[in-house]
């Protein structure tokens, strides 16, 4: 049963270009979770998405930060016009729906994104 | 509102003595309390959870923890020590009933051989 997969692993971009972050949730989850660890800051919480719903977002910045959940394929975190400061480490992480709160979040491997 | 503090910054033991990683809680209602561990470059690794019952909850590679009410604090052990439980280690809490996280700062454990 494979895990969460988020992909590209690594993204380069240059200021002013737009990021595109996929993530496949654990096969028979529907819900989805965005994070982002920021040097000094920890992580974070940005947003919480089921299929083709936006559920809570907000942990997301207002401006540039968008994401979906369609109903084929992988979540998408979309970040436009990326700034120096929007290089971080992006996590995402999906449960089954089955027990709430206390449902575990399993995490994927993260896709560091790197800003010049 | 919900939040989690984990007092150290870094712990170091010697491998095969028993290891503790601190965490206290804040919350509203039941308390939900998960341990994820990170390894460098890698995503979280979930470790274990409180939900309710026996306050002494196991979970993987030899890991337990000590829910604590009267304390708030729910303490990640070990009682032996392993060069590569070396990690970063999060204490995190449901931040209300949308079921994100909110995660301690982390602490950093360094194992020496």
């Known amino acids: 049963n494979a895990g969460v997969m988020q992909n590209p692993r690594h993204l380069v971009r240059r200021r002013g270009q737009e990021a595109r972050l996929r993530c496949s949730p654990m096969?028979?989850?529907?819900?989805v979770y965005w994070y982002r660890q920021l040097p000094e800051e920890g992580l974070k919480f940005m947003v919480y998405l089921q299929k083709e719903n936006i559920i809570d977002e907000s942990g997301m910045p207002k401006e540039r930060f968008s994401a979906e959940f369609p109903k084929e394929g992988p979540s998408i975190l979309r970040i436009q016009q990326v700034v120096r400061g929007d290089s971080a480490a992006y996590f995402c992480?999906?449960?089954?729906?089955?027990?709430?709160?206390?449902?575990?979040?399993?995490f994927g491997p993260g896709t560091r994104l790197t800003v010049l | 509102a919900q939040s989690v503090a984990q007092p150290e910054d870094q712990v170091n033991v010697a491998e095969g003595n028993p290891l503790t990683v601190k965490c206290t809680y804040s919350v509203s209602g039941n308390p939900y309390l998960f341990w994820y561990v990170q390894y460098p470059n890698r995503g979280l690794q979930f470790l274990l959870k409180?939900?309710?019952?026996?306050?002494l909850v196991k979970g993987s590679y030899g890991f337990e923890a000590e829910f604590n009410k009267s304390q708030t604090s729910f303490h990640l052990k070990k009682p032996s020590a392993l060069v590569s439980d070396s990690a970063l280690y999060f204490c995190?809490?449901?931040?209300?009933?949308?079921?994100?996280?909110?995660f301690g700062k982390g602490t950093k454990l360094s194992v020496k051989p």
């Open positions: 409180y939900i309710t019952g026996d306050n």
């Open positions: 096969k028979g989850h529907s819900h």
């Open positions: 995190a809490v449901p931040g209300g009933s949308q079921g994100n996280l909110i």
């Open positions: 992480a999906s449960r089954p729906g089955l027990a709430g709160v206390t449902d575990t979040q399993y």
